[in-house]
């Protein structure tokens, strides 16, 4: 499992830092990455930090984000709407074990991981042989196969 997480607003660092200590209580986190400092992608400045957590859950996917959803809230992220927003702390799910899942709300693996380098290149740093999923696949809707 591979969550990616970001904060550009407050002290982006203890906001990252608090992060990866509220996701021990749902995810045995085995890798952490550096934290790097990037430029917004399709969003206004401030710049982000972001880095990257892997580890391992008895949560299915679902349960995961929510509880992801739930560890936002708790750390102040408010969310108003606006897509890209400035943000106390992001957390996105990136991969979870094989599960393939396309819903309303959830697409596994991350359907933009791979263009996105605040996501690769913590990732690389930590897990050089990961075994990515193909650049395109198709899921069943609302379904998550192993």
Known sequence: MVIALGSNLGDRRYNLLRAVHALGEVVRIVRVSSIHETEPVDAPPPRFLNMVVVGYTP????????????????????????????RVIDLDL???????????????PHPRYREREFVMEPLAEIWSA???PP???RAERGSAAS
Not at 59 to 86: C, D, F, H, W, Y
């Open 94 to 108: 990136i991969l979870h074990d094989a599960h393939r899942v396309r819903t309303r709300t959830l697409t596994l």
């Open 59 to 86: 949560l299915e996917p679902q349960s995961l984000m929510a509880a992801m959803l739930e560890i936002e809230t708790r750390l102040g992220r408010k969310r108003r709407g606006v897509r890209n927003e400035p």
């Open 130 to 132: 990961v075994a990515l």
């Open 135 to 137: 650049l395109s696949h």
